[in-house]
């Protein structure tokens, strides 16, 4: 069908002068998904024809896009002829566009693998004695996340996490026991900024300097990434509905509930009673946030990039050829 349509357009040659411009699909993946079973398409400026067509079709859709043209030309021949020249010209804005349009997956899963990955270069740091530059990275992220010690992971100690004696946990050391800082919940706040600059030590272990929330968000944004790009991005976006279900609300529950009922408000007490989460619940409410957020964004991120891709195709290989066209 592909070479009856080139014939067709050879013939059509003499009455309208164009330039036959080929784009091979199988050079993107995505161009095999949108075109693979519409083949033969032909475009023409602003006209597109999709597999079958007829003769007469074909002609009157050159015919319209040389009327169009010549309108163009009439309405303003120098803005015209300016516009045919930038369609003709790779800059390299162009190639950094259709660069991010390929890689942007590899540049997005890089970044979340290094914000989510430096955090615990921090406790390894302080375990072979350079608390300097661990400071470093602590400091870094503390605008970023609260760093409690009550809330987050430790790496070369006797656990893996120190919850407040509040959370209930049996079989664990405290947090309050295990460094001595008590009064989190005093007016002044001074303990939880102790909490939240402790940094640990060998015995207790060293502080990940992201929250244990924090790390499942990004790790689990991260999985999807990767299996996203190891799949060939075919995932369809999650429903908003969905991703309002298993994203906003687990993690809103939660955390809400946790920090509305450790308001000194009496009138709260007998409606949500003092409660402190775990590190189960933060991990698994952070995993679902982070996990479906992402489900939600990267195949919506990847159906605009192929719209680009696809433009930039179609530029590149209009650029390669010189000759008046359509």
């Known amino acids: ?73 009439s309405l303003d021949a120098e803005g015209y002829e300016q516009l045919v020249r930038r369609s003709r010209e ?22 979340l693998l290094l914000y989510v990955g430096v955090p615990f270069l921090a406790p390894v740091l302080m375990k072979a004695g350079l608390p300097g530059v661990a400071g470093i990275i602590y400091t870094g992220y503390s605008p970023l996340c609260h760093q409690f010690g009550f809330r987050s992971w430790y790496l070369f100690g006797e656990q893996a996490y120190y919850p407040l004696a509040d959370a209930g946990l049996s079989g664990v050391k405290d947090f309050e026991s295990a460094t001595g800082i008590v009064g989190l919940h005093d007016a002044s706040g001074w303990a939880r900024l102790q909490a939240r600059q402790f940094r640990g030590n060998e015995t207790v272990g060293y502080k990940v300097a992201l929250c244990q929330r924090d790390v499942a968000i990004y790790a689990s944004m991260l999985l999807f990434g990767s299996i996203f790009a190891v799949t060939g991005r075919r995932f369809k976006s999650m429903h908003w509905l969905l991703w309002f279900a298993l994203a906003l609300g687990p993690i809103g529950l939660d955390g809400f509930s946790q920090l509305i009922s450790q308001f000194s408000w009496p009138v709260l007490t007998e409606i949500l009673p003092y409660r402190e989460s775990t590190p189960l ?46």
């Open 1 to 73: 069908m592909c070479e009856e349509a080139k014939a067709e357009l050879q013939t059509l040659q003499q009455e309208f002068p164009h330039r036959l411009v080929e784009v091979d699909i199988e050079q993107d993946s995505a161009l095999q998904t949108a075109y693979a079973l519409e083949i033969p398409v032909v475009e023409v400026g602003p006209y597109r024809l999709k597999a079958p067509f007829t003769p007469q079709e074909l002609r009157v859709t050159l015919s319209a896009a040389s009327e169009r043209r010549d309108h163009l030309q």
């Open 90 to 111: 790779i800059t390299t804005a162009d190639r950094v566009s259709y660069w991010i349009s390929r890689h942007y997956l590899a540049v997005i899963n890089l970044m």
């Open 281 to 326: 619940l933060r991990t698994l409410t952070g995993f679902l946030f982070g996990f479906a957020t992402a489900w939600f964004a990267f195949p919506n991120i990847e159906e605009n990039m192929v719209e680009v891709r696809n433009s930039y195709f179609r530029k590149f290989a209009v650029a390669k050829t010189t000759s008046p066209a359509v």
